[in-house]
């Protein structure tokens, strides 16, 4: 569900940019890339032209015009939006944030020894031989290098370090001086312009790296081992530095330029020029926000304190406050009893001490309400870490009611997921700063493990001794889930669980790379399952499904584990096997393969017997592009396939025999046609509410002269093959025209959908053909003629396209966008496309009854639909339960066999008089 949350926020803001198309061309225009210079003006351009270029490519034939600047000139040019990118540290983007000016796109990502970090720390350094300075309480008085005061890496977070430690720089500091860049400030250390300096914490690790810097040269002020983090800083960690855009540049730019840097290998030189792994979705910047609020500075430095800023730095004198009241009321109480005939100026003192004894309880009736309203957990411990109270919110998040816990310690919450040593590490800076943030994972009650955000924060009384240790903490489960579903939902099979075709076409671009640089083998093998359609015929759908996914575990136990499965859809398979030595190896990893797929699969129906057809080519002996590997392999398929099936053909690169088939194969296409052996079948489109035909879709069949009625499944790869797309669209026009006339002439005047491939809708002329048609049937309305855009993925460009669509509209024709949700770019699609109706893949409402991540896609599709103002019909409605899960969700409009399978034309009549709605569809 979440990620269809995301893809509806996505959608929304795509809607808001739906007018960028009427500014001049985008093409036109350079995109202007700020970065900050923090290392200075050349480094900048060393460091990040490359990324430029690398844009410019990816997104051709726009250009990316790299300007790097200071702080203070970035702040202009946004303020002028003369930039449209930037690349900055956190904390100024943050400012700028807060001003409303900019939002981040990506995360950059820093390679290290322990693998890509999105998050970096600050580190104070001192010369080796000041041993007089070893925290932040000794820097009183010295003098301290910094970058730039408002740098957040080089100052903005040693500040929050040094309050914590009891140090207020700006006033206690002996100076601070700016110096040009962080290179800069650990030469200034080292020749004794300074005390003390602040930089990055990978910095120093860089430099020794490049021979630049001895590392026994400089020591570590306030030195911290984080887990996971590989340099030793100062400071607590937090995001790395985003990349942000302008709020004046278009949502698609935004999207297009986010595609292209998750896409750049960590081995790309644009990466390896930068100094980092890769880039990633944009983190929350919350911590950095948190910062600000609490040193009052940046946006926040007008903030007024709140009550919890009261709270957190004077609750232990509250405390105490309120207990020395109470101990004068019960004094006062006891004055009363014996001394009721004092003067009226000891009663006035009993007056006003009852007073302000009341204040007091008011203060801390509000205090114990904001404990118990918190929306975060918060539990309170003594000083030994016993549970001494816990709010509502603790028991609603751990399952624990308060008289379970207290007296215990939170150790009995504890999942097992972190080592000992991280919770060393977590009392270590506890004890050390007074505080620890971060992720723990804990074990609820019921023993479910879930993760929480957890800050802790020691409370000291009077003589500085703690008293009691405070946590607040919320259930983070519903973003891990986002970020895994969004993952999943971008990179693998919804069935399987394998890679798709995005995922595929990284690992060959590497797995490429991989076989040249080693000068070994790379198979490209395009597998097809043979009897596939006869399981799913006879036992269904979820058969088929159940065997799709056990072919798949048979398929991952027969490669090794550097290799590739991966999933196109239907039963079409492409593996890659690489580091093979020679053909021989090839053939004997794919005899494996085909015997594992062989053996009989246990269903609950029955046993079923498969085997597979598979294409190879090899490289780099075929020197192709990954488009055209695929390709190949995929022709050798279809050779096997022609070969008898259960077999696997090599790509020959001597294009002889294969031409030869493809002429034969073409040829029978075409004889098909000429002699009407192509045929239409129809299945009815419904109000799922009322039982209204709303419609019928047109469906290709093939009366083969030899094979009997073929489904499309079994011919169109063919069609595809040998280019015929645009004859065989033509007929199903035509052919369906000519049905819609004859029905007519009996009474039936119903709407008529036809599926035209992308090829087709693009090619030349496409309108006139379309309009020279319907004038050939004069007495139909065009609105009946509804055209389904097929192959989504293969529109290449979407202005012409929209062009194309819009004016055939303006004939009376309507659009669909056919199977959708299955594509990369649908919501591209759906934003620029003039269509008229969305129609949900089978796929995902086959399976919704039971599959909580298809059911989520049917509803967020709905919500999208609504959104952007398009009606929403579902295939797939295969039982009555389908129908009323459907009216649930608000998608009233369906098809599928649940109401009718296909059917020749001479069978409609007969349906149309036998069909009834289900009862339990007019009432959902």
Not at 818 to 823: E, P, R, S
Not at 888 to 900: H, S
Request: glycine share 8%; charged share 25%.
């Amino acid at each position: 569900m979440v990620q269809l949350r995301w893809l509806l926020v996505l959608g929304g803001l795509l809607g808001m940019f739906s007018a960028w198309g009427q500014t001049p061309p985008a093409d036109a225009l350079p995109i202007r890339l700020a970065v900050l210079a923090h290392r200075g003006m050349d480094a900048a351009l060393r460091d990040w032209q490359p990324h430029a270029d690398y844009l410019s490519n990816a997104l051709a034939p726009r250009r990316v015009v790299l300007m790097p600047m200071t702080l203070k000139e970035i702040n202009s040019a946004v303020a002028d939006q003369r930039i449209d990118l930037l690349i900055t540290n956190p904390g100024h983007y943050v400012e700028l944030e807060a001003g409303g000016d900019v939002t981040r796109i990506a995360t950059r990502r820093m390679a290290s020894s322990a693998g890509p970090l999105d998050r970096f720390a600050g580190t104070a350094i001192t010369r080796a031989d000041h041993t007089e300075i070893s925290g932040y309480a000794d820097l009183k008085g010295k003098r301290i290098l910094v970058p730039d005061r408002p740098s957040f890496g080089g100052w903005q977070l040693h500040v929050r370090e040094a309050a914590t430690d009891g140090v207020d720089l700006d006033s206690e500091a002996g100076e601070i001086l700016a110096v040009e860049n962080q290179q800069n400030v650990i030469d200034g250390v080292l020749s004794g312009k300074g005390d003390a300096g602040f930089i990055r914490a990978d910095l120093i690790e860089s430099l020794v790296r490049k021979g630049r810097l001895k590392p026994n040269d400089l020591r570590i002020v306030g030195e911290r081992h984080t887990p996971g983090y590989p340099w030793l800083h100062s400071t607590r960690l937090y995001p790395e530095w985003p990349l942000a855009r302008l709020d004046s540049v278009p949502e698609e730019l935004a999207r297009d330029v986010l595609v292209a840097l998750l896409r750049m290998p960590p081995s790309h030189p644009a990466a390896i020029a930068a100094g980092i792994h890769d880039w990633t979705v944009p983190r929350s910047y919350e911590p950095v926000h948190d910062l600000f609020r609490e040193l009052r500075i940046g946006p926040y430095a007008n903030l007024p304190i709140s009550v919890t800023d009261v709270i957190e730095r004077y609750g232990s004198y509250l405390a105490g406050a309120g207990l020395l009241l109470l101990s004068l009321l019960v004094v006062v109480l006891l004055a009363q009893r014996h001394h009721n005939r004092q003067l009226a100026a000891e009663v006035a003192r009993r007056t006003a001490a009852q007073q302000a004894l009341e204040a007091s309880e008011e203060r801390l009736r509000l205090v114990a309400t904001v404990f118990a309203h918190a929306q975060e957990g918060v539990m309170i411990t003594s000083a030994d870490a016993l549970i001494l109270e816990v709010n509502d919110t603790f028991s609603v998040i751990t399952g624990y009611p308060r008289e379970e816990v207290l007296g215990r310690n939170p150790s009995l919450l504890q999942s097992g997921r972190q080592s000992s040593p991280f919770y060393a590490d977590l009392w270590r800076t506890l004890a050390a700063t007074g505080r620890w943030r971060g992720e723990l994972w804990n074990r609820r009650k019921d023993g479910s493990i879930y993760p929480q955000f957890t800050s802790i924060s020691a409370v000291t009384d009077q003589q500085g001794k703690i008293s009691h240790y405070v946590g607040l903490f919320s259930d983070i489960t519903t973003l891990k889930q986002s970020q895994k579903q969004l993952e999943k939902l971008a990179y693998y099979d919804a069935l399987t669980g394998l890679p798709n075709r995005l995922l595929l076409a990284d690992r060959m671009k590497v797995a490429m790379a991989q076989a040249e640089r080693h000068e070994q083998l790379l198979a490209v093998c395009y597998l097809d399952l043979d009897g596939f359609k006869p399981v799913n015929d006879a036992w269904g759908h979820d058969a088929g499904d159940h065997l799709l996914v056990e072919v798949s575990k048979r398929l991952e136990s027969a490669v090794r584990t550097s290799d590739t499965v991966a999933r196109l859809g239907g039963d079409e398979f492409v593996l890659l096997l690489g580091g093979l030595n020679n053909v021989e190896e090839c053939e004997l990893a794919l005899i494996r393969i085909q015997e594992s797929i062989s053996q009989p699969i246990a269903l609950d129906e029955g046993e079923a017997k498969i085997s597979a057809s598979i294409g190879v080519t090899l490289c780099p002996l075929d020197g192709s592009d990954p488009d055209a590997l695929l390709r190949h392999a995929d022709q050798a398929m279809y050779k096997a396939k022609q070969s008898g099936r259960h077999c696997f053909h090599l790509f020959d690169a001597d294009h002889g025999r294969l031409e030869e088939a493809r002429d034969e194969s073409r040829q029978a296409i075409l004889t098909a046609i000429a002699n009407n052996e192509f045929k239409l079948h129809y299945q009815p489109k419904v109000d799922l509410r009322d039982g209204r035909i709303i419609g019928l879709e047109a469906l290709l069949r093939w009366q083969h002269p030899e094979r009997k009625l073929l489904h499309p499944s079994e011919f169109l790869p063919v069609i595809e093959y040998v280019a015929l797309d645009v004859e065989v669209g033509r007929w199903v026009m035509a052919e369906a025209l000519r049905q819609m006339e004859l029905w007519q002439r009996v009474g039936i005047a119903l709407p008529v959908s036809v599926n035209i491939a992308a090829v087709h809708l693009q090619s030349t002329g496409f309108h006139d053909e379309l309009s020279a048609l319907l004038q050939q049937h004069p007495s139909l309305p065009p609105q009946q003629l509804e055209i389904e855009v097929l192959e989504t993925g293969a529109i290449q460009d979407l202005t012409r396209v929209s062009a194309i669509i819009q004016s055939c509209r303006e004939l009376g024709v309507q659009f669909s966008i056919d199977d959708f949700g299955t594509g990369y770019s649908s919501l591209n699609y759906l934003r620029r496309l003039p269509v008229d109706t969305l129609k949900i893949d089978q796929s995902f409402v086959r399976d919704m009854l039971d599959d909580p991540e298809d059911h989520a896609i049917v509803e967020g599709v709905v919500g999208l639909a609504g959104a952007f103002r398009r009606k929403v019909l579902a295939e797939g409605v295969e039982t009555v339960a389908h129908g009323t899960q459907l009216l649930r969700l608000g998608c009233e409009l369906g098809q599928g066999y649940g109401i009718a399978r296909p059917m020749p034309a001479s069978e409609l009549p007969g349906w149309l008089a036998s069909w009834k709605v289900p009862a339990e569809w007019t009432t959902a």
